[in-house]
């Protein structure tokens, strides 16, 4: 099976930056550079929505909380996903996790973001 596993979250004030990776791994029938990605956030008492896609070639969407300040990359020779975050808000406080965006693999244990002063 497919697993992912994401890193670089933390504590940061508001204003601050982070940059999350999302490593993928196990793959037999799909590939990561054939998959559209994208991150997902969970917030306390919340569902988990969607934050950001990217399809194979780079072409990336985001939802409109977060335009303008969140990017969305990813690097198909190391099968690594990115979301560098800038200009944090308290509201951004979530777990974020990665997943192919059309057929979600098994959810990894996300990555811890908090946002506060």
């Known amino acids: 099976q497919v697993h992912l596993v994401e890193s670089g979250g933390g504590l940061v004030q508001p204003g601050g930056s982070l940059r999350l990776s999302c490593v993928a791994s196990g793959y037999t029938f799909s590939s990561f550079s054939g998959s559209i990605m994208a991150w997902y956030r969970q917030a306390p008492g919340k569902q988990r929505d969607l934050v950001a896609r990217?399809?194979?070639?780079?072409?990336?969407l985001y939802v409109d909380s977060v335009k303008g300040r969140f990017t969305i990359s990813r690097d198909n020779a190391k099968n690594t996903l990115y979301l560098q975050m800038n200009s944090l808000k308290p509201d951004d406080t979530a777990v974020y996790y990665c997943?192919?965006?059309?057929?979600?693999?098994?959810w990894g244990q996300g990555t811890q973001v908090i946002v506060s002063s």
């Open positions: 997943n192919r965006f059309d057929f979600n693999y098994i």
């Open positions: 990217i399809t194979s070639d780079g072409n990336s």
